[in-house]
Nanobody, 128 residues
């Protein structure tokens, strides 16, 4: 089992920045392949935002997120990060941290169903 706790959400002004953190723990942590971020706005489906491969730090983001969002991780602290910049009200959503272990090896990051563990979510609200 992997336990994930997000932090860093809150209110931001349009054009501003926020950094979310996701702290991971648990006895299954050694099998972690990647940490990912999803978001879900009211009335919309959960959307893939970014992923970072735990072993080598490679990142994967949809084109719509590139240039504004960056994913990273600190292995020593068992923590992942999502840096968000040039925020707009359209970025308002609950942001979820997720972890993928070797059960999902070879599957797509983009599908929420492939992620094995989830955090509780943190609200990000961007005002215009």
């Amino acid at each position: 089992q992997v336990h994930l706790v997000e932090s860093g959400g809150g209110l931001a002004q349009a054009g501003g920045s926020l950094t979310l953190s996701c702290s991971a723990s648990g006895r299954a942590f050694n099998s972690l392949l990647a940490m990912g971020w999803f978001r879900q706005a009211p009335g919309k489906e959960r959307e893939f935002v970014a992923a970072v491969t735990w072993y080598d730090g490679r990142t994967n983001l949809p084109d719509s997120m590139k240039g504004r969002f960056t994913a990273s991780r600190d292995n020593a602290k068992n923590t992942g990060f999502l840096q968000m910049s040039s925020l707009s009200p359209e970025d308002t959503a609950i942001y979820y941290c997720a972890a993928m272990d070797d059960q999902s090896y070879g599957t797509s990051f983009y599908s929420a169903e492939n992620w094995n563990y989830w955090g509780q979510g943190t609200q990000v609200t961007v005002s215009s």
